[in-house]
């Protein structure tokens, strides 16, 4: 069995085969940068729905939302913005599989460094 084939006794997919989607460039990345913003059923894991950018703790839970979620490369481009993601990534909480990929596409977000929780974070913006 290979390791896209795993699946957990509860019918899951273990973190290594999900499939995280990463965009071909930041600049694709063109979503909103402020004000409140919804996500469909499928991007959001909780029932929360209404997300306010220009609050850093409502930004991060909206960016770690959609980048742990989106299966479509489309889903990255509608709702995430380059500048606002590279404000929050250093405070993002991602599954561990999708460091990775993003790293190995963005030596940018590489240099940051993994996101460490209990860092500060600076004001947005």
């Known amino acids: ?14 973190g290594a085969t999900i ?10 990345l063109k979503g909103p940068a402020s004000g409140v913003v919804s996500l469909p059923p499928e991007l959001r894991p909780t029932p929360a729905n ?3 950018l220009d609050v850093l ?15 479509r490369v489309e889903d990255l481009t509608r709702y995430l913005n ?4 590279l404000q929050v990534w250093p405070y993002l909480v991602l599954p561990r599989y999708c460091f990775p990929k993003w790293h190995a596409r963005f030596p940018e ?7 460490d929780p209990q860092r500060r974070p600076a004001p947005l913006r």
């Not at 499939?19 to 694709?28: E, K």
């Not at 930004?59 to 742990?68: C, D, E, L, R, T």
């Not at 977000?109 to 996101?115: E, M, S, T, W």
């Open 1 to 14: 069995m290979s390791d896209n084939d795993r699946i957990t006794k509860r019918g899951f997919q273990s």
């Open 19 to 28: 499939p995280y989607v990463v965009p071909d460039s930041l600049d694709d």
């Open 50 to 52: 209404r997300y306010d």
């Open 109 to 115: 977000l590489a240099a940051a460094g993994r996101p």
């Open 82 to 85: 380059r500048d606002l993601l």
């Open 57 to 71: 703790g409502s930004a991060i839970s909206f960016y770690a939302h959609v980048i742990s979620e989106a299966r």
